[in-house]
C-alpha cells in the first residue's frame, strides 16, 4: 500500500520561484517534448538504453539504486479506467501540479482493475498549463524510476499520452506528516511522541540513502507535506519533481534557479541560488521543529514576530525553561525532558546559517537514534521505579 495526497490545506505554504541562475540538467535527458525526444525518454525510461550520465552506485544495503528506470508505460485509457474516468469521487487532492486521484489496478499486470478491487494507487495527472509540469514529471521518473528505498515512496509506471502526463504510484493510506500535524480534524488522533520520533526517523533514513551515492542526490524540497505515511505510520519521502544531482568535480555546489517552499528553504540558497547538500539538511530542522512545536513553518495568523517559526523559536531551543513553553502541548508527558532537549539542540544543529556548520544526514539520523534510546531508557526507568513489591502478610500467633 501507499500513497495519499490529501486537499490543500487552509494555510499552505507558499511556493515560489527564482531566477539566480540558469538551472542545470537532470540525469537522463533533456525536456523536449518533441516525437524524438518522446522515443527517446520511453527507452530510457523502460529501461532499454542507459542514460547519458551513467548509472549511480549502490550506497546502501538498504536501498538500491538501479542503472536504467524500471517502470510500466500506462496508456491514458489505462489510468482513465483504473480512475472511473477521473471521477470527483477518486479525486485524493490538488496542487500546483495538478490532480491526484485513487486508482485501482491488478496486483500482477499492472491493468485496469474494478473500484473496490486490486491494488489500490494514487495516480497524478499533470496540468497541462503547469509551467514546470513537464520537468518536474521527468525529474520524477528519473529520480524514483532508479531509486528504490523503504522510506522512498515507489513509483510504478507513468504515462504520455499527447499532452497528457501522469504518474502512478503506492498509495500510502495515512496521508501526509502535515495532516497528522496541523489538521483540527476530530477523527484525526494527534501523533504521539513516539509516532513523531519514528516519522522522523524513517525521514531522514530516506534523505540520508539519497546523500549517500556517490553522485549525491539533493531532494530540496524537504517539508511536511511530502513526508508521506503507510498504515504503520512509516514515512516514504514523496514528490522528487525538485531534485537535482549533487556538485561534482570538487565543486561544493550546484547553481539553480531557486525553487522551494517558503519556510523551508536554506537560506544560502534563497539567497545565492547555490544549492548545497546540506540545504537538504536545513530543511530537515525545520519539520523537526514542526514536529516538536506543533506549529507551521510559516503561519501569518500568529502573532506578529511569531510567523516565521524558526526565526522565532530558535532563541528558544538552546534554554531547557523556555524550551517547555514552545513544545506541542498535546504531547506533554509523553517524552523525557532530556531527549526534549537533545532534539531541540539538534534541530538548532540543522539549522545552523553556515551549511558547513551543519550535520551529515548520516550524522543527523545517528542523533535521533540516539535520542529514541534515551527515551527507551527513561521509560524503562520509570517503570521500575514504579514498581511496588506487594506487602507481606504478618501473622501474629
Not at 548509472?55 to 482513465?80: A, T, W, Y
Not at 504515462?159 to 502512478?168: F, I, M, R, S
Not at 539553480?256 to 548545497?276: C, S
Not at 536545513?282 to 514576530?305: C, H, Q, S
Request: aromatic residues 8%; hydrophobic residues 35%; positive net charge.
Amino acid at each position: 500500500m501507499g500513497l495519499c495526497f490529501s486537499s490543500s490545506s487552509p494555510n499552505p505554504p507558499q511556493q515560489y520561484s527564482g531566477s539566480a541562475s540558469t538551472d542545470s540538467k537532470n540525469v537522463g535527458f533533456s525536456a523536449t517534448t518533441s516525437s524524438a525526444g518522446k522515443s527517446q525518454f520511453s527507452e530510457i525510461a523502460s529501461g532499454s538504453i542507459d542514460s547519458s550520465q551513467g548509472s549511480l552506485p549502490l550506497p546502501s544495503p538498504h536501498g538500491q539504486i538501479l542503472e536504467r528506470p524500471n517502470l510500466k508505460v500506462f496508456s491514458f485509457g489505462d489510468l482513465k479506467s483504473a480512475t472511473k474516468s477521473f471521477k470527483s469521487d477518486t479525486l485524493l487532492g490538488e496542487g500546483g501540479f495538478g490532480r491526484v486521484y485513487k486508482g485501482w489496478l491488478d496486483e500482477k499486470t499492472l491493468s485496469p482493475a474494478k473500484a473496490g478491487s486490486g491494488m489500490v494507487v494514487a495516480i497524478k495527472k499533470l496540468n497541462p498549463q503547469s509551467t514546470q509540469g513537464f520537468q518536474e514529471w521527468q525529474s520524477e521518473v528519473n529520480f524514483l524510476g532508479r531509486l528504490s528505498h523503504p522510506n522512498l515512496v515507489k513509483l510504478l509506471g507513468y504515462c504520455w499520452d499527447d499532452d497528457e502526463l501522469l504518474l502512478v504510484y503506492e498509495f500510502l493510506p495515512k496521508g501526509s506528516l502535515e495532516n497528522h500535524l496541523f489538521r483540527r480534524n476530530p477523527n484525526i488522533e494527534p501523533l504521539s511522541w513516539n509516532t513523531r520520533f519514528k516519522i522522523a526517523i524513517g525521514a531522514a533514513r530516506g534523505l540520508a540513502f539519497l546523500h549517500a551515492s556517490e553522485k549525491q542526490i539533493i531532494y530540496r524540497d524537504f517539508k511536511a507535506s511530502n513526508i508521506l505515511l503507510d498504515v504503520n505510520f512509516n514515512a516514504k519521502i514523496s514528490d522528487f519533481g525538485l531534485a537535482k544531482l549533487g556538485p561534482s568535480g570538487g565543486q561544493s555546489h550546484v547553481t539553480t534557479r531557486v525553487m522551494g517552499t517558503y519556510g523551508y528553504a536554506a537560506p544560502e540558497y534563497i539567497a545565492t541560488g547555490h544549492l548545497y547538500v546540506k540545504s537538504d539538511v536545513y530543511g530537515f530542522g525545520v519539520v523537526l521543529l514542526e514536529i516538536l512545536t506543533g506549529m507551521r513553518a510559516l503561519d501569518t495568523k500568529r502573532p506578529t514576530g511569531q510567523q516565521n517559526l524558526v526565526e522565532w523559536t530558535k532563541p528558544l531551543l538552546s534554554s531547557k525553561k523556555k524550551l517547555k513553553t514552545i513544545m506541542d502541548a498535546k504531547i506533554v508527558g509523553q517524552y523525557s525532558p532530556k531527549a526534549a532537549f537533545q532534539a531541540a539542540q539538534l534541530t538548532l544543529k540543522c539549522l545552523e546559517h553556515d551549511p558547513k556548520q551543519r550535520p551529515s544526514m548520516k550524522e543527523v539520523l545517528e542523533g535521533l537514534e540516539a535520542i529514541e534510546a534515551i527515551h527507551e531508557k527513561s521509560k524503562e526507568s520509570k517503570t521500575c521505579n514504579s514498581y511496588q513489591p506487594p506487602r507481606q502478610r504478618v501473622v501474629r500467633v
